[in-house]
T-cell receptor
């Protein structure tokens, strides 16, 4: 597609429920990132996928968070047993790593509210 | 570990005036990239400008320019002839080169443009 696409754009869920957030990166981009942005805060790195390499999961805050990337394209971030502190905007980004300077392109984010 | 610090949570500028947003970072690496991203209310992150650490010349993009001081680990953004459309959150970001493609972001500066 023309840009990074994320869905849903907004999600309200009850505490304890599981949620799935989807990211469709720019076609041909081999790298995919998930970041979390809490209200008034900066971007917190969650996870990074690069081609067929093992993902860098160092930013996932707990074992309730997981992500997968199928076929090197679409990615799903899953949050199990959601808590109120999970409320944030979840931003996905992608980049092409075939050049020296790899600018990342962000989607518009998925705003998650846990009530 | 690398860190990025933006010490100005909020800045205001009069339309047509010039404003400078500050960013400092901490790293032991010699090669890296620095970026400024803009996040308008739409939430989508937009690349404003980028700088390669090995280049001494400061990057410029139309009304946007940076003052890159490698020894001081400072990377400020100057916006000239400010326009109402410049109002947004601005994030400073760091990326190692080569190696990890993880981007480290600051906490952001909210820029208000006054008519």
């Amino acid at each position: 597609g023309a840009g990074v696409s994320q869905s849903p754009s907004n999600k309200v869920t009850e505490k304890g429920k599981d949620v799935e957030l989807r990211c469709d990166p720019i076609s041909g981009h081999t790298a995919l990132y998930w970041y979390r942005q809490s209200l008034g805060q900066g971007l917190e790195f969650l996870i990074y996928f690069q081609g067929n390499s093992a993902p860098d999961k160092s930013g996932l805050p707990s074992d309730r968070f997981s992500a997968e990337r199928t076929g090197g394209s679409v990615s799903t971030l899953t949050i199990q047993r959601t808590q109120q502190e999970d409320s944030a905007v979840y931003l996905c980004a992608s980049s092409y790593t075939g050049t020296n300077i790899n600018t990342i392109y962000f989607g518009e984010g998925s705003w998650l509210t846990v009530v | 570990a690398q860190t990025v610090t933006q010490s100005q949570p909020e800045m205001s500028v009069q339309e047509a005036e010039t404003v400078t947003l500050s960013c400092t970072y901490d790293t032991s690496e010699s090669d890296y990239y620095l970026f400024w991203y803009k996040q308008p209310p739409s939430r989508q992150m937009i690349l404003v400008i980028r700088q390669e650490a090995y280049k001494q010349q400061n990057a410029t993009e139309n009304r946007f320019s940076v003052n890159f001081q490698k020894a001081a680990k400072s990377f400020s953004l100057k916006i000239s002839d400010s326009q109402l459309g410049d109002a947004a959150m601005y994030f400073c970001a760091y990326r190692s080169d080569p190696g990890t493609y993880k981007y480290i972001f600051g906490t952001g500066t909210r820029l208000k443009v006054l008519a």
